[in-house]
C-alpha cells in the first residue's frame, strides 16, 4: 500500500464495506482488512479519471468496493461506449477488455490478468471461421460476445444471453452458423426453430452443472423458482423454469417481488451479488465458480491501476478493430 488515510477514514470505509458483504458472510475484520485497498484505488480513479467495469462474475469485494459499473457482458459493452473517462480497467476476462477497446479504441484499457481467458473464447481461431464460412457460403455467422477480437472481425452479428433470440429471429435466413457455444446453439434451435449449424465450445462453469442438482432443489423446496444460464447443457434447462441471460434473471426478480425462493444456476459471482442487492429473497442451490474470472482481487487491480504493465494495456490492430465493430454496433442498434 502506497497511501495512508486517518483511523475515522478506515472505520467508515470498512464499515460501507461490511454493509454489503456481510450477506455473503464476510466478517467486519474481513472488511477493515480490504478498507485501505479500496480507498487508495477509488482515489487513484479519481485521479487518473479512471472507471472499474466489472462483469457480475467477479468476486463481491470488487463489485460492491470499487466497481463504478457491474453487469452482464451487454451491460457493460454499453458502459464502456458511454464512458467519457479516460481509462477503463476491466474486471473480468480478456475478450471483455478487448470488447470494452474496440468500442472505446481512444481509451486506455487495462486487464489486471492477461491469462483471465474464457473457455468459450478460447475454443475458436479465426482460421476455424474462415473454414466455416468456405463451407458454408452465404449463411449468416452469429458469435457469442464470448469471443476473442479476431473472431469478432470475421463475423455478421455478435449477440449476448441477453438478445441472441432476438436477433436470430430477424436475421432473414433460416439458417445460421452460431458460435462458439455448443449448448447456446442447442438452445438457439429450439427456441427459433433455425438450423443452426454450431461450434464445439463449452462454458466449463456452466457445462458442470447436472439436472439431478435442479430436481433435488425442487424435491425440497415445492415454491422456488429455478432460472438457468443457457449456456447450461440441455438436459438441465429442460428441468428448469426460466432460461435466459443475467439481465433476465435480474429481470425476473424485480418484477416478481412474491417470488421468494430462487435457484440460479450460474456462476457463484451472480449469486452473491444477487444475494446482496436483494436481501429479501432467498438464494439456493449450488453454484459454480469461473476460475477465469476469479484471477481477479484487489491487489492486482490496484497495481493495475497504479503501473499497469505492456501485457496489461488492450492493444489491438485498427483495421481489425474496425471491423470486429461492425458486428457489435448491429447488436448495440437492437437496443435490446
Ligand atoms: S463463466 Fe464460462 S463463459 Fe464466462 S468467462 Fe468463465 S468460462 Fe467463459
Not at 473517462?85 to 470494452?100: N, P
Not at 452469429?142 to 433470440?165: F, L, P, R
Not at 444456476?265 to 453454484?287: N, Q
Request: aromatic content about 6%; overall charge negative.
Amino acid at each position: 500500500m502506497i497511501m495512508k488515510f486517518d483511523d475515522a477514514t478506515l472505520e467508515e470505509e470498512a464499515e460501507r464495506l461490511y454493509s454489503h458483504l456481510v450477506k455473503v458472510g464476510w466478517s467486519k475484520s474481513d472488511c477493515e482488512i480490504i478498507a485501505p485497498l479500496t480507498l487508495e484505488i477509488n482515489h487513484i480513479k479519481k485521479e487518473k479519471n479512471a472507471v472499474i467495469l466489472a462483469h457480475s462474475y467477479q468476486r463481491p469485494d470488487i463489485i460492491f468496493g470499487v466497481a463504478d459499473y457491474s453487469g452482464d457482458s451487454l451491460g457493460l459493452s454499453k458502459a464502456a461506449a458511454a464512458t467519457d473517462a479516460d481509462i477503463i480497467l476491466f474486471a473480468g476476462v480478456v475478450f471483455m477488455a478487448e470488447t470494452a477497446k474496440i468500442l472505446s479504441p481512444d481509451k486506455t484499457v487495462i486487464v489486471p490478468r492477461r491469462d483471465a481467458g474464457c473457455s468459450l473464447a478460447d475454443s475458436i481461431t479465426a482460421e476455424d471461421v474462415k473454414n466455416l464460412k468456405e463451407q458454408y457460403p452465404g449463411i449468416p455467422v452469429v458469435a457469442y460476445i464470448n469471443t476473442n477480437a479476431d473472431i469478432k472481425a470475421e463475423i455478421d452479428y455478435c449477440v449476448t444471453s441477453a438478445n441472441v433470440i432476438q436477433i436470430v429471429n430477424s436475421i432473414e435466413s433460416d439458417s445460421i452458423i452460431f458460435l462458439p457455444d455448443h449448448n447456446m446453439a442447442n438452445y438457439i434451435r429450439k427456441e427459433t426453430g433455425k438450423e443452426v449449424i454450431d461450434w464445439k465450445g463449452v462454458c466449463v462453469v456452466h457445462e458442470e452443472f447436472i439436472p439431478e442438482s435442479v430436481i433435488e432443489v425442487k424435491e425440497m423446496h415445492s415454491d422456488i423458482m429455478v432460472i438457468a444460464h443457457s449456456e447450461c447443457p440441455p438436459d438441465v434447462l429442460e428441468k428448469v423454469d426460466m432460461v435466459g441471460g443475467t439481465s433476465d434473471m435480474k429481470n425476473f426478480i424485480e418484477n416478481n417481488p412474491d417470488t421468494k425462493k430462487l435457484f440460479l444456476v450460474t456462476e457463484c459471482g451472480l449469486s452473491d451479488r444477487f444475494a446482496i442487492e436483494y436481501p429479501d429473497r432467498e438464494f439456493y442451490g449450488t453454484c459454480s465458480l469461473c476460475p477465469y474470472m476469479k484471477k481477479n482481487d484487489m491487489k492486482n487491480i490496484l497495481d493495475a491501476l497504479v503501473n499497469p504493465q505492456e501485457d496489461q494495456i488492450i492493444d489491438l490492430d485498427v483495421d481489425l478493430m474496425n471491423k470486429a465493430r461492425k458486428s457489435i454496433d448491429k447488436m448495440l442498434a437492437f437496443n435490446i
